[in-house]
């Protein structure tokens, strides 16, 4: 199966700063990549699809690039609400995986 | 709005199996591919399969012999179980929706997930 590790597993940012987030695969999986975000007690959300495609209501802040196996999500300037945990998953093959997370913290 | 609640035991014994229910509602259950996902406790996500209101679902091989997903479209609802669990099994189970971004002729099961459910925690304990 196609491992997704993502890195750094944990960012201390305050807002206003810039988030940039890792992702890297272990084999190509095209552009065939999403990013969702988490937070406790919550279900997940969406946030860009096949590595670039913002999905509904997501604002431009929030940006995906990348392919091949290695993947970025951007946060331009973290408001409160972006203070959460993001997981990159893979559509290239079966079964889908996910990564193992990165907790974006308030510094 | 779309929206989907899981339910279920929370507590399951070792070995027994394990059943959860996802009630949708705000969607047709005829329309989309549905799928589980599992998060144990300080681990991440990892998928457990799909299913649709036709043809066979899709698992994940590392649950393959153990999970069975099915749906019932009178109820608009689909379900999950698992067999002989063990405490591997503890987890936030999630029930999600297959988004459909490209159009009814290129809808697929791979497609990322849309819509998620709050997520129900199972143990699975004595």
């Known amino acids: 199966e196609i491992v997704l590790t993502q890195s750094p597993a944990t ?76 997981y990159c998953q893979q559509r290239s093959d079966w079964p889908l995986t996910f990564g193992g997370g990165t907790q974006v913290e308030i510094k | 709005q779309v929206q989907l609640q899981e339910s279920g035991p929370g507590l399951v014994k070792p070995s027994e199996t394990l059943s959860l229910t996802c009630t949708v509602s705000g969607a047709s259950i005829s329309s989309y591919y549905w799928t589980w996902i599992r998060q144990p406790p ?34 608009n609802e689909f379900s999950l179980k698992v067999t002989s669990v063990n405490a591997a099994d503890t987890a936030v189970y999630y029930c999600a929706r297959v988004g459909d971004y490209y159009g009814p002729w290129s809808y697929s099961p791979d497609l990322p997930f849309d819509h998620w459910g709050q997520g129900i925690p199972v143990t699975v304990s004595s």
């Open chain 2, 42 to 75: 300080g681990k991440g996500l990892e998928w457990i399969g799909y299913v649709y209101h036709v043809g066979s679902p899709n698992y994940n091989p590392s649950l393959k012999s153990r999970v069975t997903m099915s749906v019932d479209t009178s109820r």
């Open chain 1, 11 to 86: 960012l201390s940012l305050s807002p206003g700063e810039r988030a940039t987030l890792s992702c890297r695969a272990s084999q190509s999986v095209s552009r065939y990549l999403a990013w969702y975000q988490h937070k406790l007690g919550q279900a997940p959300r969406l946030l860009i699809y096949d590595a670039s495609k913002r999905a509904t209501g997501i604002p431009a802040r929030i940006s995906g690039s990348g392919s091949g196996t290695d993947f970025t999500l951007t946060i331009s300037s973290l408001e409160p609400e972006d203070f959460a945990v993001y």
